[in-house]
């Protein structure tokens, strides 16, 4: 590294040209030390009270299971029962919202579907008000060890 000192052969009126880097090592040994000091402080654990052992009441009855199956080319069955289109699928999902107690969604794609069609059902579950939807059957399309 070398170092630039004014002689004198040089003129003394004219600018340096070297940056002064002290003030920016100064800043930067600030910051590292506000980040060491800061870091320990995000890293705490919050303490939390988990509920444990098994629930005091057991469920009256299973819950209530309405199956949608989607085939390949789009079509959609509603327990077994083939549907006409996107607009039965609507309707139906509308009146189980309606419902005091609503049951839940059973979501099923075959393994070619658009994923078009999976969205179009799941984003009718969320306009309607359906809250208990869930993507069912996905561990038959998961890789043999």
């Known amino acids: 590294m070398a170092m630039a000192l004014q002689g ?8 340096m040209t070297e940056m002064n880097t002290t003030p920016l090592i ?15 402080i995000q ?8 509920p444990g052992g098994a629930p005091r009441v057991a469920p009256a009855a299973p819950p209530r299971v309405v199956q949608v199956a989607i085939a390949d ?3 959609l069955t509603w ?7 996107r607009a039965a699928v609507d ?4 009146a189980l919202a309606r419902d005091a107690d609503p049951p839940e969604l ?12 999976v969205a179009a059902v799941l984003a009718t579950a969320q306009r309607v008000g359906l809250t208990k ?5 996905n561990e038959r399309f998961a890789a043999a060890p």
């Open 8 to 15: 004198a052969d040089s003129d003394e009126d004219a600018p």
């Open 26 to 40: 100064d800043v930067m040994l600030v910051l590292l030390i506000m980040l060491i000091i800061t870091i320990p």
């Open 43 to 50: 890293l705490h654990a919050v303490d939390m009270t988990m």
């Open 73 to 75: 080319d789009g079509a």
């Open 79 to 85: 327990d077994g029962e083939r549907l006409d289109g």
């Open 91 to 94: 309707a139906r999902l509308a």
């Open 106 to 117: 059973h979501l099923r794609a075959e393994r070619h579907t658009a994923y078009k069609h």
């Open 133 to 137: 939807v869930g993507v069912v059957g």
